[in-house]
T-cell receptor, first 111, second 112 residues
Framework: SQQGEEDPQALSIQEGENATMNCSYK?????LQWYRQNSGRGLVHLIL?????REKHSGRLRVTLDTSKKSSSLLITASRAADTASYFC???????????FGTGTRLLVSP | EAQVTQNPRYLITVTGKKLTVTCSQN?????MSWYRQDPGLGLRQIYY???????DKGDVPEGYKVSRKEKRNFPLILESPSPNQTSLYFC???????????FGPGTRLLVL
C-alpha cells in the first residue's frame, strides 16, 4: 500500500501546549499536504510542502519535510480547544494520478 | 464563494435501490475525485476525473460509477447499493491531481 502513516494515532494535550504529529511515506513524492477534519465534516487544507522544501509555516502551524527519512511532521504551537480535530497527511507520489491519504491523528485539546 | 457542494448530505436507502450523489464545484477545477471514509481505514479514493469525459478508477471502484459530462459536475452513482457501501462520502476538486484539494461537506450514506 502507498498509504502514508501518521503517528501517533491519537494525542491528548492541554490548551497552550504544543502538538506534534508525524507522517511517514514510502516512495518519492511531488509534495506532501496536511489536512484537518472536524468531526464528520469535510477535510480542510492546511499546508502543502513540496519535495524541494524543508520547512513551511502558516500561523501557528509548522511543517517539516525530510525526504531522506521519508517523513514529515506537523507542529501546532500554543494549541487551543478549537484545534481538536483529526489531522491527515496526504502524499502526491511521483508518477501516480492521485493523492494518497493516511489514516489520521486524532488530536484532543482540553481547556 | 469558492466551494464544492454535495447532495444529499444524509441518505438512508435499501439494498438494490439505485442512487446518485451529486457533486458540483464552482472553481473551474479540472480534477475531481470521490472518496469514502471508514473508521480505521482513512480516506480511500473511489474514482477520479482529470477532465471532462476523462474518468478512471481509484482504489475502491467496485459497485460505483461516475460520469463527467460537464467540468463542474461529477456525480457518483450506486447502481445497486449494498450494506458494505454504508460510509461517509466526500467529493473533492483541485487544479490538478497533485495540488490542494477542496472537499465538499460529505454525504453520510446508510444502506439497509
Amino acid at each position: 500500500s502507498q498509504q502514508g502513516e501518521e503517528d501517533p494515532q491519537a494525542l491528548s494535550i492541554q490548551e497552550g501546549e504544543n502538538a506534534t504529529m508525524n507522517c511517514s511515506y514510502k516512495t518519492s513524492i511531488n509534495n506532501l499536504q496536511w489536512y484537518r477534519q472536524n468531526s464528520g465534516r469535510g477535510l480542510v487544507h492546511l499546508i502543502l510542502i513540496r519535495s524541494n522544501e524543508r520547512e513551511k509555516h502558516s500561523g501557528r502551524l509548522r511543517v517539516t519535510l525530510d525526504t531522506s527519512k521519508k517523513s514529515s511532521s506537523l507542529l501546532i504551537t500554543a494549541s487551543r480547544a478549537a484545534d481538536t480535530a483529526s489531522y491527515f497527511c496526504a502524499t502526491s507520489y511521483t508518477g501516480f494520478q492521485k493523492l494518497v491519504f493516511g489514516t489520521g491523528t486524532r488530536l484532543l485539546v482540553s481547556p | 464563494e469558492a466551494q464544492v457542494t454535495q447532495n444529499p448530505r444524509y441518505l438512508i436507502t435499501v439494498t438494490g435501490k439505485k442512487l446518485t450523489v451529486t457533486c458540483s464545484q464552482n472553481m473551474n477545477h479540472e480534477y475531481m475525485s470521490w472518496y469514502r471514509q471508514d473508521p480505521g481505514l482513512g480516506l480511500r479514493q473511489i474514482y477520479y476525473s482529470m477532465n471532462v469525459e476523462v474518468t478512471d478508477k481509484g482504489d475502491v471502484p467496485e459497485g460505483y460509477k461516475v460520469s463527467r459530462k460537464e467540468k463542474r459536475n461529477f456525480p457518483l452513482i450506486l447502481e445497486s447499493p449494498s450494506p458494505n457501501q454504508t460510509s461517509l462520502y466526500f467529493c473533492a476538486s483541485s487544479l490538478n491531481r497533485a495540488e490542494t484539494q477542496y472537499f465538499g461537506p460529505g454525504t453520510r450514506l446508510l444502506v439497509l
